[in-house]
């Protein structure tokens, strides 16, 4: 039996138009100290880890991604910024800049994880602690982080 616009089906439509336009309307930002958006949104290590070989081809043709792996290679700084901002350390994203020396991807590492520790038992620290891994194996293989690339290379 087909259904029929019945007046109780109207509230519900209505209803979802609303929440709709709630989410579309996000919290005032205002007090935020920083966006995510102000950020470049990836950061790939320079010169690239996962193999050897010119960069944009190692970063396009990732062996780890194709095997559903995580590519050592690329940080995804709107993520991070993001979950630094849920642990109130929002301030440390600064330090993910375009271009950064092996020296200071290391320091970065060591921010992030005393940072993520202090805040230990949430997603987002644990992810921050995995973040500043990544970040300290590219400054143990003595690369440092660029943009150069960011435009050229999926996530
Ligand atoms: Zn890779």
Known sequence: ??????????PAARHDV????LRR????????RYRAEQYVW??????????EGRPIEV????????RNERCWCRLLVRDVAD?????????????????????????????????ATLAQGTDE???LIAVSYDLERIADRGSGLT?????????
């Open 83 to 115: 979950d630094l901002e849920q642990i109130g350390r929002g301030d440390l994203a600064e330090f993910l800049e375009s271009g950064l020396e092996a020296d200071d991807v290391s320091d970065v590492a060591g921010r992030l994880r005393s940072a």
């Open 147 to 155: 943009d150069r690339y960011s435009d050229d290379v999926d996530a």
């Open 125 to 127: 620290c644990d992810r």
């Open 18 to 21: 609303n929440a709709i336009a």
């Open 59 to 66: 970063l396009q043709n990732c062996d780890r991604q194709r």
């Open 1 to 10: 039996m087909p259904r029929t616009v019945a007046s109780n089906d109207e």
């Open 42 to 51: 990836l950061l790939t290590a320079d010169p690239p880890i996962c193999r």
């Open 25 to 32: 309307d996000p919290l005032p930002r205002q007090t935020r």
